[in-house]
């Protein structure tokens, strides 16, 4: 439409006619008719406003491009988020599977306890806190099963019930920080048990 409009002011400026007057004919001077001048005017106005209009055109369609790309890139980065969910899930499962399995184990851990109890030594006084086991005592697993102990002879020891519930899933040496304990004492009779610690 443009081109159109600058074909059609071409044409008029060909339109050119004698200038009246005497030196104007006597050097071959020539001019626009009024009619086209006006013309060139009005078509030079709308071919400007054209081009404005053709620019907010252009501004939107570059706009809406960069939405796409935008939209692009975002639906990329979503891709790579669920994908990173995905094996987030995927660890969680393996996870829970390998959380199963250990407390199927730790269970397999307490029978095997259970039956070792009946071998432990059935000494008097409470190796943690030296009172007199009452009640047959509490099988402790001196290093926790939670924490990958074995149900051994030289890992387990007879304990007073008020000490097993306190030590519970603690390591000897938490144990004896948590409640205060004389850990030398501690350990020389462990050591006289026969104990790994």
């Known amino acids: 439409m443009i081109d159109q409009k600058n074909q059609e002011i071409s044409r008029h400026r060909a339109n050119l006619v004698p200038k009246s007057g005497f030196i104007s004919s006597l050097f071959g001077i020539k001019e626009l008719p009024e009619s086209s ?15 404005s209009e053709l620019d907010k055109i252009q501004s939107i369609h570059r706009r809406h491009d960069s939405a796409k790309k935008s939209t692009v890139e975002i639906n990329q980065w979503l891709l790579k988020v669920r994908d990173r969910i995905r094996v987030l899930e995927d660890k969680k499962v393996k996870d829970q599977s390998l959380k199963n399995k250990a407390a199927e184990n730790t ?50 020891v007879l304990v007073c019930v008020d000490c097993n519930s306190k030590k519970s899933d603690l390591t000897l040496r938490s144990f004896i920080a948590k409640y205060n304990l004389n850990r030398d004492d501690i350990e020389a009779r462990l050591d006289f048990l026969g104990k790994d610690f």
């Open 37 to 51: 001048v006006k013309r060139i005017s009005i078509l030079s106005s709308e071919i400007a406003d054209l081009k």
């Open 107 to 156: 269970l397999k851990k307490r029978k095997l306890g259970s039956a070792v109890k009946k071998f432990l030594l059935n000494n008097e006084f409470c190796p943690y806190c030296e009172r007199v086991i009452k009640d047959g005592g509490h099988a402790d697993h001196i290093y926790p099963l939670s924490k990958g102990g074995e149900s051994t002879e030289r890992n387990m």
